[in-house]
């Protein structure tokens, strides 16, 4: 096609209105999962450091001559006229599987944003746009199947060279598994302390430092291989700062705001090492002449413009339907008024406080750590975590993922069976965990509204929030069947060092009697006998 040279380069900005609602809208979906927290600063710095990168490559997208290719632009963009407005039906009716329909409306803003700009300018003047429009999935949140894998070897890493740090500064400190124990209190190297998080966000500011000094492909592959390391030294510097500041001036002075305090204060020599290592990649070359040659004209398409019209109108009536389809939020009780005496002669209860940091990692909206003794001395370690119907998407918990971080590993495992008075059975979940202090026996289980689940569910748990509760929503709406009704989660975790048989059957006793109270305490959360 013959390049433009219409002579007007200003009536195209006004064609922008419905990508930018439809960004507006992204960001607003991404508020609805993520809210304002500390945990969430570095998902909005992406999405600013995306649209600042957007505004540098623009002159570079207008130095290209324009050579407008509406019918690939809406080739391009013709899978949003499915995608965005299913995702934001799904979003709106409940919140089941929010993770993921972020990366479907970011993959459907992409390409209806490439399919726009194709149309535009074509496809050789739109390579200049793709950093900006991809650099925005480091802002979405990242799959298990990747997040967990990575997190465990930042941990195992974290927690051994911390170890091995302290002791060179000649601190007195052992190691259980991510444990690090020193004379004043042990320090726990949890998930949220394993550096992932920074990664993602080091990574966000690697990829922005590259594309801002103009990095070669091969010299940005070098920048963001330092990332890495950058964050590990980051990771044990503050962990080691953690142990030295307890031992030597206060355990108070690393915990809570403290903690955040020193978290984020260090943060700063990552970002500075990135900077220096850009610095030293950048080029010493010019821009070349393509990309300082004066801006070409730019001719709107109509009928992508009118394309992106139908898009939006589309998702807001498909959101406007979904906000009419949802179901109230189930509301978790709180359990402070949670009895602290119980059936079957447990008579004695304390209160262990669960700190800021655990809340912070569970996303819970209610929970309670104790200890019940029963008439005998007895005792049973107990954690009671929920979380109501809209809090359930960001957080969920069992021993099999924080016993082994507080470096216990499986000897044994079992399902229980608990009758209760109405006649329902439980199935718990059993594990014998052994560590280098001893052993601990376990029962767990965990309950959507009135079901408990099944072991299968506790294994293959994302699938509840996942790609395959998705699936099944959309058959569901092609079937004309409502949404399916947000119910609340619950996690009983009971534990007992007398892992004798005797032990046990206290123990199977003890759940028991906390299940019937839990029921009483909740009418939604009452267990039923199965239909035979």
């Known amino acids: 096609m013959t390049p433009t040279t219409i002579p007007t380069a200003s009536n195209h900005r006004w064609t922008f209105v419905p990508l930018g609602l439809l ?42 001559k324009a050579v407008p290719q509406p019918i690939i632009g809406l080739l391009i963009a013709l899978p949003t006229l499915v995608i965005l407005p299913l995702a934001w039906y799904f979003t709106l009716s409940d919140t089941r599987g929010r993770s993921y329909l972020l990366w479907y409306q970011w993959f459907g803003l992409l390409l209806l944003s490439l399919g726009y700009f194709v149309s535009l300018a074509g496809l050789h003047a739109t390579r200049r746009l793709l950093f900006p429009l991809l650099v925005l999935v480091l802002s979405l949140p990242v799959p298990s199947l990747i997040m967990n894998p990575i997190q465990a070897q930042l941990q195992q890493i974290t927690a051994v060279s911390s170890e091995a740090t302290l002791k060179l500064i000649g601190e ?10 020193l004379p004043q209190g042990e320090l726990g190297v949890a998930e949220a302390c394993s550096g992932v998080k920074s ?64 978290s984020y204060g260090l943060l700063p020599i ?62 978790m009780p709180k359990l402070e008024s949670f009895p602290m005496q119980l059936p079957g002669g447990w008579i004695d209860c304390t209160d262990i406080g669960v700190e800021q940091e655990m809340h912070d990692q569970l996303h819970d909206s209610t929970s309670f750590h104790r200890i019940y003794r029963n008439d005998i001395g007895q005792r049973v370690i107990v954690w009671v975590v929920g979380w109501d119907s809209a ?17 216990f590993r499986e000897e044994r495992r079992w399902i229980e069976s608990v009758r209760l008075n ?48 998705l699936i099944q929503r959309l058959n569901d709406l092609i079937e004309g069947k409502p949404p399916l009704k947000p119910e609340r989660r619950l996690m009983v975790s009971i534990a007992t060092s ?7 059957i206290e123990l199977a006793g003890f759940a028991k009697s906390l299940a019937e109270a839990l029921q009483a305490h909740d009418e939604e959360l009452r267990i039923n006998p199965q239909l035979p």
């Open 23 to 64: 960004a507006v809208g992204w960001v607003a979906s991404q508020y609805l999962y993520w809210g304002i927290s500390s945990d969430a600063w570095d998902h909005y710095l992406v999405n600013a450091a995306a649209f600042w990168a957007f505004t540098l490559a623009w002159p570079q997208f207008r130095a290209v």
């Open 172 to 181: 007195n400190v052992t190691r259980r598994g991510f444990v690090l124990t």
């Open 199 to 262: 990664l993602f966000s080091l990574a966000a500011l690697g990829a922005f430092l590259a594309y801002y000094r103009l990095l070669s492909l091969p010299r940005a592959a070098m920048q963001m291989t330092i990332v890495l390391p950058v964050v590990l030294m980051v990771n044990i510097l503050r962990v080691v700062l953690c142990g030295w500041i307890q031992e030597h001036i206060g355990r108070q002075y690393i915990i809570g705001a403290w903690h955040d305090a020193l």
């Open 270 to 331: 990552g970002v500075l090492m990135l900077w220096l290592v850009s610095g030293w990649l950048k080029p010493r070359v010019t821009l070349s002449e393509e990309a300082v040659s004066s801006s070409t004209a730019l001719r709107v398409s109509p009928m992508n413009f009118w394309y992106s019209v139908i898009i939006v109108v589309l998702s807001v009536a498909a959101g406007v339907y979904g906000q009419s389809q949802s179901i109230p939020h189930s509301l």
């Open 391 to 407: 809090s359930l998407i960001s957080g969920y918990h069992h021993p099999d993922i924080c016993l082994p971080n507080a470096g």
């Open 422 to 469: 109405n006649g329902a059975t439980i199935n718990l979940t059993g594990r014998q965990m052994q560590s280098s202090s001893g052993e601990l026996g376990v029962l767990y289980w965990s309950q959507e509204g009135s079901r408990v689940w099944t072991n299968d569910d506790e294994t293959n748990a994302s699938r509840l929030l996942g790609h395959k509760a």
């Open 498 to 504: 007398n892992t004798t048989k005797s032990g046990y």
